[in-house]
């Protein structure tokens, strides 16, 4: 059974950086397609960024583009987020999550897509 554990959330003051990071047990993680994703209190979860197994393609979403970088080291089982000038509205619990099942040349950014999910590690970002 795959295991996902987030880290590096925490308080950071609006324009700050924070790099969240997410290991993976198992063998098969270099076939994985990774992503982020994060919820608001009070709001549904939305995509953030992905990666695919190949670690040639990523996507994001529009609100987080040119301020965070999602990453992938295979030879240590981890995904990166590193977020840069945080707002205040990127406060949220951030997940992360593994598609087992398909090897996409295109990174996907639909929830269903993932089937492995960390517990989450809280960001928030001080006005």
């Known amino acids: 059974q795959v295991q996902l554990v987030e880290s590096g959330g925490g308080l950071v003051q609006t324009g700050g950086s924070l790099r969240l990071s997410c290991a993976a047990s198992?063998?098969?993680?270099?076939?994985?397609?990774m992503g982020w994703f994060r919820q608001a209190p009070g709001k549904e979860r939305d995509f953030v960024a992905s990666i695919t197994w190949s670690d040639r393609n990523t996507a994001y979403a529009d609100s987080v583009k040119g301020r965070f970088t999602v990453s992938r080291d295979n030879a240590n089982n981890t995904v990166y987020l590193q977020m840069n000038s945080l707002k205040p509205e990127d406060t949220a619990v951030y997940y992360c999550?593994?598609?087992?099942?398909?090897?996409?040349?295109?990174?996907?950014?639909?929830?269903?897509?993932?089937?492995?999910w960390g517990q989450g590690t809280l960001v928030t970002v001080s006005s």
């Open positions: 198992g063998r098969a993680f270099s076939t994985y397609t």
């Open positions: 999550a593994a598609d087992r099942r398909n090897r996409w040349l295109t990174p996907p950014t639909t929830i269903g897509t993932f089937d492995v």
